[in-house]
């Protein structure tokens, strides 16, 4: 779906049934069409920012997701 529609960022929880998070974002970082897309891992564990920025992912938002933090986390990406 990313490669096809190119979007701006990609929101992209952890906790998903069948394919997780981080090999979502393996799948999107190999990809050419979708690897410099920003991905922001949104997610109810218990790590801090850094364990996702070095998983690659550009940026984090912890649940349950405050709109204010929402907004300044898609403003510093796009």
């Known amino acids: 779906m990313a490669q ?12 998903m049934p069948e ?3 981080m090999e979502v974002l393996k799948r999107l ?6 690897r410099e897309i920003p ?4 997610t109810g564990m218990n ?3 850094e364990y996702f920025l070095s998983a690659g992912f550009d940026d984090w938002l912890g ?5 204010e933090e929402l907004e300044e986390v898609i403003r510093r990406h796009i």
């Open 63 to 67: 649940k349950p997701i405050e709109f």
């Open 4 to 15: 096809q529609h190119q979007p701006d960022l990609i929101l992209l929880d952890i906790m």
């Open 47 to 49: 790590e801090n920012r």
């Open 39 to 42: 991905v922001i891992a949104v």
């Open 19 to 21: 394919l997780d998070g």
């Open 29 to 34: 970082r190999k990809n050419p069409q979708t």
